[in-house]
Structure formats: C-alpha cells, structure tokens
C-alpha cells in the first residue's frame, strides 16, 4: 500500500463548476501538506501549503487538512480551462522528504 | 533570474551507457533534489542535499550517484543505464533546510534507455 493515494483521474468538469481533489494517506506523522499543479510538459508549481490540521484559503483556492481521518483536499472554485493541470498532494514528516501522491488529472471544459 | 535549469530536455541512451544530469539554480537556495516521474507512481525522490557538501539517498537511490559541485549545482548521474531508469527527471531547490520551504523545480529531463 503506498503511504499516499490520490486517485488518477482524469476529472472533467465544465467551466465555473467547483472541483473537489482528494488524497489519502497511512503515515499518521505528516505534518506539512502541500498542493502542487503540474501543466503537461512542465516541472510542478506550489499551490497551496498547509501545516497540521484546518483550512487555508487563497483566491479561488481552498485546501483542508483532515489528520484525525488522515485526508487532505483542495477545492476550486469558479473553474476555468487554464486550471486544467495535473494536481499532485504532497506531504512531509519534517522538512526535506516530500512523499508525492500520483496526481489527479483535472480537464475544464469551456 | 532563470530559476531551476536542467539540461539536456531530452535524451536517449542504449542499455549500459552512462550520463550525466544537469542541474542549477540562481536562488541561492541551500537545498537540492532530485525527482523521477513515471506513470502511476507519481514523483519520488531519488537523492537530496541538504546544504553544499551533503547528500542523502531518497526513496529509489540505487542506480544513481549524485554530487553537489556547489551551491548552485547538483547533478545525477547514471553509470550503467537500464531500462527501468526510463523516466522523467526532476531537479528541484529550496531556500533553507530546518524549516519548510518550498521547492522549486525545474523544467525535467526526459530519458529514454533503449
């Protein structure tokens, strides 16, 4: 069993929907969670970080740490094609070691 | 600022040949990794440095050597190439290494081993 799952997609949704992008994890240790998009062809960008447990919220971006289920999100809303990306989760026990879930593939449709 | 480079974009190597990888950065980060992509496994850590003169192996080192030339530079290198090291290579950097920071990456390497 890997230490993070996320599901692969992809996930099609039509413009202005809101997204819901999900990953799980074993390691009840991970105290650092990230959120990285990845365009086709390109090296992943940070999105959102969050440390612990709760909410953090930027623009139309909200990410949502669950530690007593072990279950992180992030939600966007008011889609727009250019969100169309590869989203990976990404969590740590301390600083350097990042344990990457797969990457869940989001396509907006105008 | 150019941010994480890494050269070459492409390459294509014959079973047993060796490459190396390129990287640097012009943030004056401290701290380097390196990334493999592939289908279904998402990115994993290959190998790390800390600060300039450490290294650490990741979670799939074999196969792999690395050195950090400078601040600036970390580069992989694949002595005997194998099928399996198919994949997409990522460098990465951030700023300091006790407390988090965010990594910053590079475009990746894409490497075929026929």
């Known amino acids: 069993q890997k230490e993070v799952e996320q599901d692969p997609g992809p996930l099609s949704v039509p413009e202005g929907a809101i997204v819901s992008l999900n990953c799980t994890y074993s390691?009840?240790?991970?105290?650092?969670f990230m959120w990285y998009r990845q365009y086709s062809r390109k090296g992943p960008e940070l999105l959102m970080y969050t440390y612990s447990s709760g909410n953090k919220e930027d623009g139309r971006f909200t990410a949502q740490v669950d530690k007593s289920s072990k279950y992180i999100s992030l939600f966007i809303r008011d889609s727009q094609p250019s969100d169309s990306a590869t989203y990976l989760c990404?969590?740590?026990?301390?600083?350097?070691?990042?344990?990457f879930g797969t990457g869940t593939r989001l396509l907006v449709s105008p | 600022n150019a941010g994480v480079t890494q050269t070459p974009k492409f390459q294509v190597l014959k079973t047993g040949q060796s490459m190396t990888l390129q990287c640097a950065q012009d943030?004056?980060?401290?701290?380097m990794y390196w990334y493999r992509q592939d289908p279904g496994m998402g990115l994993r850590l290959i190998y790390y440095?800390?600060?300039?003169?450490?290294?650490d192996k990741g979670e799939v080192p074999n196969g792999y050597n690395v050195s950090r030339l400078n601040k600036r530079e970390f580069s992989l290198r694949l002595e005997s190439a194998a099928p399996s090291q198919t994949s997409v290579y990522f460098c990465?950097?951030?700023?300091?290494?006790?407390?988090?920071?965010?990594?910053?990456f590079g475009p990746g390497t894409r490497l075929t081993v026929l």
């Open positions: 943030m004056n980060h401290n701290s």
């Open positions: 990404a969590m740590s026990v301390g600083f350097q070691k990042l344990v």
């Open positions: 990465a950097s951030s700023a300091v290494a006790d407390s988090y920071n965010e990594q910053f």
């Open positions: 440095s800390a600060s300039e003169g450490t290294t």
């Open positions: 390691n009840s240790a991970f105290q650092y």
